[in-house]
């Protein structure tokens, strides 16, 4: 069983900052791709920011010089430094991550969510 376990979203005013973690635990046998989604309310799932093994990145546009993705392999664990928040980074943020629980290909994991909100 493979578990995600975020932590660190809450509250913030515009132009603030916080930081996300999203630690992985559980038998495995390796983690690849890591990520972040987020949903306002109303809204569809989007994507944030992914980063590959290699810390190769990829961000949404909207978030692009203000986001910051990051991962510890050792510990299986992926961050998110927001900065220069807005209200519309306002949502439930979810880490993602493909898991292999053998060499065979990996399946997606998510996390439960952490709440952010930016207050203008």
């Known amino acids: 069983q493979v578990q995600l376990v975020e932590s660190g979203g809450g509250w913030a005013q515009a132009g603030g900052s916080l930081r996300l973690s999203c630690a992985a635990s559980g038998v495995f046998f390796s983690i690849n791709t890591m990520g972040w989604y987020r949903q306002a309310p109303g809204k569809q799932r989007e994507l944030v920011a992914t980063?590959?093994?290699?810390?190769?990145?990829n961000y949404a546009d909207s978030v692009k010089g203000r986001f910051t993705i990051s991962r510890d392999n050792a510990k299986n664990t992926v961050y998110l430094q927001m900065n220069s928040l807005k209200p519309e980074d306002t949502g439930v943020y979810y880490c993602n991550a493909d898991v292999s629980l053998s060499l065979q290909p990996g399946a997606d994991y998510w996390g439960q969510g952490t709440q952010v909100t930016v207050s203008s």
């Open positions: 980063i590959t093994t290699r810390d190769s990145t």
